[in-house]
């Protein structure tokens, strides 16, 4: 059912135009599932061009059918749901029960851009005099370059696509080497809904030199990008040459702050399953488990006892809640983090080697540590896999600030059954989003989005199209 991946250009698939293509692999076999073209720097300028020309004409299509198109698409989504999450599974190792959901997700955030499509207001001012008016209306930038990581590779496109579109823009999507296929399916939904050729673009390829190449060109005025905090840092120094719109969600390493006061069993049963979702590669994850000491005991254990519980292996196979990670690099990373926790002085309470009898793909056991220190590798940088670093606190004001001592602020979590407590916590948080006695954060209705390094900007929620435009101050001058 994989099938070797082109370039979409223009409204139509085609072939690099060198015939240049790039090996993808499934994680769990390490087989190869297919190819995706490799676009040179001519298939690049084609893509410019033809969404200058989509963008010319879809600004142009009444706010209405614009809605009417983005929904046709989140429709189509649903529609083919079951296919895209197989693909997805196959390309990076997921469990399909995630799969589909997140292609649920994804259909959602179409959804939600057809409405907000709608509700693009703008402002009246009033005016110092009678003869005159003042007013802000809202304008789409123009071209889109966006770029999208690998670990949910149908809803982050979607966040961009889907708002991209909502807000009059044409984009130039660029989805990860690794996990193509399920980006590609949203594209073609988009095409099928009737979005006009040019307004959708993807490419495929060597990273750096599209990302390179479409930023510096004039033709797009506004970047959109998921990844690593350097991968940012690269993009965001592209941009500033042109002066760039950018909007950007990079990496985080989410606190959680359990306090003495919530029942420690709960708080486990409800972090265990959410760290080890999707491998644990998932930039909100919970990665620093901070309990107060009289809950540790409890909390740890219950903790180490649902990770031992899980089964491991290939995400198409029943009942599988684990898979593999989506390469060999993050396996390695992982293991180097184990270790260094271990050598200095953390306690193994799961996990902590690739599963026995899995002699192909990149499994890892979902791993526990206890009694962590600050200074491990583990808790200082982003743990993008299926292990859980655990340590403890005694006051408030020490744990605030052993969680905000990081230059990330992407997402962190509170639990306590005391509403001062937990409202001085996700106020004194230094993260873009806090989940109070919950874990799962990510919705369309919501804006998702980091402080500090984690990015700046938004996506979903009302204020996710508002990067996608520009305000333009009108003041008129009445004759006579």
């Known amino acids: 059912m994989y099938q070797d991946l082109n370039l979409f250009i223009g409204g139509d698939w085609r072939a690099a135009s060198d015939k240049a293509t790039r090996p993808v692999t499934d994680p769990a076999t390490e087989e190869v599932l297919g190819t995706i073209a490799a676009a040179t720097p001519d298939d690049i300028d084609a893509a410019l061009a033809a969404a200058q020309q989509g963008f010319d004409a879809w600004r142009r299509t009444g706010t209405w ?21 197989y693909l997805m599974s196959l390309e990076t190792g997921k469990p399909l029960a995630e799969a589909l959901g997140e292609t649920g997700a994804a259909a959602d955030q179409f959804e939600w851009y057809a409405e907000e499509t709608k509700r693009i207001y703008g402002q009246i001012i009033e005016a110092r005099t009678g003869d005159s008016r003042m007013a802000v209306i809202y304008q789409p930038v123009g071209v889109v370059a966006a770029f999208s990581a690998w670990n949910f590779p149908a809803l982050l496109p979607a966040r961009k696509i889907a708002a991209a579109l909502g807000a009059g823009c044409a984009v130039i999507i660029k989805p990860a080497g690794e996990t193509p296929a399920s980006c590609a399916a949203l594209v073609q939904a988009c095409h099928d809904a009737g979005i006009p050729p040019g307004t959708v673009n993807m490419v495929t390829g060597n990273s750096a030199r ?9 033709i797009v005025r506004k970047v959109s990008v998921t990844g690593s ?7 965001l120094s592209l941009a500033a040459e042109g002066v760039k719109k950018v909007s950007m969600e990079l990496g985080g390493h989410g606190p959680v702050l359990v306090f003495g006061d919530f029942d420690p069993i709960a708080a486990a049963e409800a972090c265990a399953p959410t760290k080890f979702r999707n491998c644990g590669q998932v930039c909100i994850s919970p990665t620093r488990f901070y309990v107060h000491e009289d809950s540790y005991d409890a909390f740890s254990a219950r903790f180490a006892e649902i990770a031992k519980s899980l089964r491991i292996g290939h995400g198409l196979d029943d009942g ?3 898979g593999p990670m989506a390469n060999r690099r993050g396996l390695e990373t992982i293991q180097r983090m184990v270790q260094d926790a271990v050598d200095r002085g953390a306690e193994l309470l799961a996990g902590g080697r690739p599963p026995v009898g ?4 990149h499994f890892f056991e979902p791993t526990v540590l206890g009694r962590v ?4 590798m583990v808790m200082t940088e982003e743990p993008f896999g299926p292990i859980a670093p655990i340590t403890t606190f005694t006051s408030y004001d020490e744990v605030i600030a052993r969680a905000n001592a990081l230059p990330f602020g992407l997402a962190g979590y509170v639990f306590s059954s005391d509403l001062s407590v937990a409202t001085r916590a996700y106020e004194d948080l230094e993260v873009g989003m806090v989940g109070v006695n919950e874990m799962l954060l990510a919705t369309a209705e919501a804006p998702f989005g980091g402080v500090k390094e984690s990015g700046m900007g938004r996506e979903g929620g009302a204020l996710g199209i508002q990067d996608y435009l520009d305000p333009k101050y009108v003041k008129i001058k009445l004759a006579g």
Do not use: H, T, Y
């Open 373 to 376: 220190p600050d200074d491990a």
């Open 210 to 218: 599209i990302s390179a190449q479409l930023i510096r060109s004039p």
């Open 229 to 235: 905090v350097p991968v940012g840092k690269q993009i």
């Open 65 to 85: 059918d614009r809605a009417a198109k983005i929904r046709k698409a989140a429709d189509l989504i649903r529609e083919r749901q079951a296919d895209i999450a």
């Open 358 to 361: 899995f002699n192909k793909g």
């Open 320 to 322: 599988v809640q684990v």
